[in-house]
């Protein structure tokens, strides 16, 4: 259906290390919204990608889209303590109306110091 | 910035109680969303609004109901709170305008209700 699979569901890494999560869907998505969540807090929009192929970065963020416009990733490079946070992506819900998302389940990122 | 407020970070209810959780909003947002958390099910929509007086069932309307008589006002309803719905309540709002932030999710800080 509409879902997105997001994985993996955690990833513990040491600080320095990279991190990679994944947003799959078995649909053409026609953008794909990525979310941060903080310990504690609440979802924060990072960034949108609309174009097949896209890759944006935000410091040491990168954001790709993929050329069937099926799966994305969030790839962070040289993770610090301040990355830890759950992040979600979030599909546009094409049955529903007036811009109701789907969001992943989420990928739990723990840095170790 | 968009400011999305919700009534109470914590709030605790005995079971058969009548609950209110509001949001309000400040951007002049067309769309209002409610979402439960809990761990290891992500967020999953109870209720939208795209209009004032305008609702939909999201994937757990189940136990919930809403109320949306000003734009920037949406409030969850728990009729009778029982303990399966001690949880994380998120509001969050979005515009329907022609700009590339359309859709773009704006969520409220959270109210932890805990029903005993």
């Known amino acids: 259906g509409q879902q997105v699979m997001q994985i993996p569901q955690y990833q513990h890494v040491q600080e320095g290390e990279d991190f990679t999560t994944y947003c799959n869907s078995s649909?053409?998505?026609?953008?794909i919204q990525w979310y941060k969540q903080r310990p504690g807090g609440h979802p924060v929009f990072l960034i949108q990608?609309?174009?097949?192929?896209e890759v944006k970065k935000q410091k040491r963020l990168t954001f790709q889209f993929g050329e069937a416009k099926k799966n994305s990733s969030l790839h962070i490079t040289a993770t610090q303590t301040t990355d830890v946070g759950t992040y979600f992506c979030a599909r546009q819900n094409y049955g529903g109306s007036q811009g109701n998302l789907i969001f992943g389940k989420g990928t739990k990122l723990s840095v170790k110091p | 910035d968009v400011k999305v407020t919700q009534s109470s970070r914590y709030l605790v209810k005995r079971t058969g109680e009548k609950v209110f959780l509001e949001c309000v909003q400040d951007?002049?947002?067309?769309?209002m969303f409610w979402y439960r958390q809990d761990p290891g099910l992500g967020l999953r929509l109870i209720y939208f609004s795209y209009d004032v007086k305008m609702k939909e069932k999201g994937d757990i309307p189940e136990g919930y109901s809403v109320s949306r008589e000003k734009k920037e006002r949406f409030s969850l309803i728990l009729e009778s709170a029982s303990t399966n719905q001690t949880s994380m309540y998120l509001c969050?709002?979005?515009?329907?305008?022609?700009?590339?932030?359309?859709?773009?999710?704006?969520f409220g800080p959270g109210t932890r209700l805990t029903v005993l």
């Open positions: 951007m002049d947002h067309e769309n």
């Open positions: 969050a709002s979005s515009s329907r305008g022609r700009t590339h932030r359309r859709d773009t999710q704006y």
């Open positions: 649909t053409t998505l026609s953008n």
């Open positions: 990608l609309v174009k097949s192929g």
